[in-house]
């Protein structure tokens, strides 16, 4: 006898700066994109939440959905519901990364200078 728990044909994937980023099932009903970045646990620090990208195939076209998570969580902005195959990608911000660079030079050059 095979009883089956949970059956899910549905998933997302979550991509780019994503501390955890990868393909999920959606098994309990509906699941909206904060739901969605609480499964790929959280954007990484690199991550810009006013560049997230929702990919979405309606009929025979990609289309792409430019979102801010920040105007999400302060009621300014709809949570969207995800759809089977929805595609999140959350892109790093620029300035963030080049700070995280020039931190991580600067400390090289300080530790060369100082060795002891």
Do not use: C
């Not at 991550?47 to 105007?71: C, E, H, M, W």
């Amino acid at each position: 006898t095979v009883f089956v728990k949970e059956y899910s044909s549905q998933h997302i994937t979550l991509d780019g700066s994503f501390k955890t980023p990868g393909v999920y099932p959606i098994t309990a009903g509906q699941v909206n994109l904060i739901q969605a970045l609480a499964l790929g646990n959280g954007l990484d620090d690199m991550a810009d939440p006013s560049k997230i990208v929702l990919f979405r195939k309606v009929g025979n076209q990609v289309k792409a959905y430019q979102l801010n998570i920040d105007t999400i969580r302060k009621g300014q902005s709809k949570n969207p519901y995800l759809r089977n195959n929805d595609i999140i990608v959350a892109h790093r911000s620029d300035s963030r990364y080049w700070l995280k660079e020039v931190s991580s030079s600067m400390s090289n050059i300080a530790n060369i200078l100082s060795p002891f």
